[in-house]
């Protein structure tokens, strides 16, 4: 297994354009997660999914969208990027059996410039 | 909501052992502790359900204690490789979603 997967890991983007986060796990978890890392704090929840086409915000929604139409794959979008959203976004993972356990995957770093 | 940690960052020689809190201004069902070393993802090391219960992993252990609403990480004789930022999560039932401390940063040296 590849585990949780990210893409991309590196991206700058300019204020007011849009990306797509992309997250796939191969384990056959059905709770994923995003969440957003700034520098030297802590990690703090943007969505999160129980399962394909079910998601829910998190504590810092504004500005994000996601969608999980399969129970691999969680993307993240941000529509108009602002400076604000600079951050290291990771995706994350847990098993039905296990939901208190969360796998990380390696990470994205945007920057906004 | 957001537990608070203290210290904010130690510095060790090996060997040497260290105790990281985790304190919370509402009720805990369950506390939850993630190490990341620098520039990777967070690991999981635990977790710990109301009880006050302890659990270990290798040298690192950790006590709940719910009436004080508080978790404590312990690491025995440190090892270089326990250098990075510990997280502590808390829920506070079940169902609830997991909400991060900011970290401390823990530094091993020889």
């Known amino acids: 297994n590849a585990g949780v997967t990210q893409t991309p890991k590196f991206r700058i983007l300019k204020i007011g354009q849009s990306m797509t986060l992309q997250c796939t796990q191969d384990?056959?978890?059905?709770?994923m997660y995003w969440y957003r890392q700034d520098p030297g704090m802590g990690l703090k929840l943007i969505y999160y999914?129980?399962?394909?086409?079910?998601?829910d915000k998190g504590e810092v929604p504004n500005g994000y969208n996601v969608s999980r139409s399969t129970t691999e794959d969680f993307p993240l979008r941000l529509e108009l990027a602002a400076p604000s959203q600079t951050s290291v976004y990771f995706c994350?993972?847990?098993?039905?059996?296990?939901?208190?356990?969360?796998?990380f995957g390696p990470g994205t770093r945007l920057l906004v410039l | 909501q957001q537990p608070v940690q203290s210290p904010q960052a130690v510095i060790l020689r090996e060997g040497e052992d260290a105790v990281i809190n985790c304190s919370s201004s509402?009720?805990?069902?369950?506390v939850h502790w993630y190490r990341q070393k620098h520039g990777e993802a967070p690991v999981f090391l635990m977790i710990?359900?109301?009880?006050?219960e302890q659990k270990g992993h290798e040298k690192i252990s950790a006590s709940f204690n719910e009436k004080k609403q508080q978790s404590s990480l312990y690491l025995t004789a440190s090892q270089l490789s326990y250098s990075g930022t510990y997280f502590c999560?808390?829920?506070?039932?079940?169902?609830?979603?997991?909400?991060f401390g900011e970290g401390t940063q823990l530094t091993v040296n020889p």
């Open positions: 994350a993972s847990s098993p039905p059996t296990d939901r208190e356990t969360q796998y």
């Open positions: 384990m056959n978890h059905n709770y």
């Open positions: 999914s129980v399962g394909a086409g079910i998601t």
């Open positions: 509402k009720a805990l069902y369950s």
């Open positions: 710990l359900l109301k009880g006050g």
């Open positions: 999560g808390r829920k506070g039932t079940s169902g609830s979603r997991l909400t």
